[in-house]
């Protein structure tokens, strides 16, 4: 079955930078166009990164996040990063990783997550 594990989470100050790692199994990672989402109080899940499939030539960022955030993928680990950099309050939330469909649809199975909190 599919299984995401999120970790790299952490308390930092404002301006600071965290590396989120994310591990998948049980599809074909290579395959699959990934996205880091995050979640803050009060608000729906956000796409904040995508990478595309394979050589992860491709990515997208939120403007919310450009200039600030590297999303990458290792194939031969089946693992994610996103490095975070100059890191804001705004940026507190759980973040997931998992695939990104076109159609924009969530995935049913989710990770834990892992918390990022930015204090002022």
């Known amino acids: 079955q599919v299984q995401l594990v999120e970790s790299g989470g952490g308390l930092v100050q404002a301006g600071g930078s965290l590396r989120l790692s994310c591990t998948a199994s049980g599809f074909s990672f290579s395959f699959a166009t990934m996205g880091w989402y995050r979640r803050s109080p009060g608000k729906q899940r956000e796409l904040v990164a995508t990478i595309s499939s394979f050589n992860g030539r491709s990515t997208n960022y939120a403007d919310s996040v450009k200039g600030r955030f590297t999303i990458s993928r290792d194939n031969a680990k089946n693992t994610m990063y996103l490095q975070m950099n100059t890191l804001k309050p705004e940026d507190t939330a759980v973040y997931f990783c998992?695939?990104?469909?076109?159609?924009?649809?969530?995935?049913?199975?989710w990770g834990q997550g892992t918390q990022v909190t930015v204090s002022s």
């Open positions: 998992n695939v990104a469909r076109q159609d924009g649809v969530l995935p049913a199975t």
